[in-house]
Nanobody
């Protein structure tokens, strides 16, 4: 099972980035997918999740700025991040779980990618 993230980078505040996570080795279309982030010295926190049917959930801190979506034909989940702020700087990771509900606790996810760094300069 592999989850591979891409799309991170260094951007100025107010800019946008789109992260991608390609999943292989799993029945992607039946998994619930989540995006998490971890900043230095902080715990991993839930950003957004999407079920196989397209139902979504977001952390309050990113509602209205981030959008999660998935392409079941391509085994990819995306995180569109707009109006980025310096406090969004973190390593962003995607995760998969076999239960058809969105969980906000990292331990509820079975599979993880290595992460991609997002740095937002002020």
């Amino acid at each position: 099972v592999q989850l591979v993230e891409s799309g991170g980078g260094v951007v100025p505040a107010g800019d946008s980035l789109r992260l991608s996570c390609v999943v292989s080795g799993r029945p992607f279309s039946s998994d619930t997918m989540g995006w998490f982030r971890q900043a230095p010295g902080k715990e991993r926190e839930f950003m957004a999740g999407v079920t196989w049917s397209g139902r979504t959930n977001y952390a309050d801190s990113v509602k209205g700025r981030f959008t999660i979506s998935r392409d079941n034909a391509k085994n990819i989940v995306y995180l569109q991040m707009n109006s980025l702020k310096p406090e969004d700087t973190a390593v962003y990771s995607c995760a998969a779980r076999q239960v058809q509900t969105i969980a906000v606790v990292p331990g509820s996810y079975n599979y993880w990618g290595q992460g991609t760094q997002v740095t937002v300069s002020s």
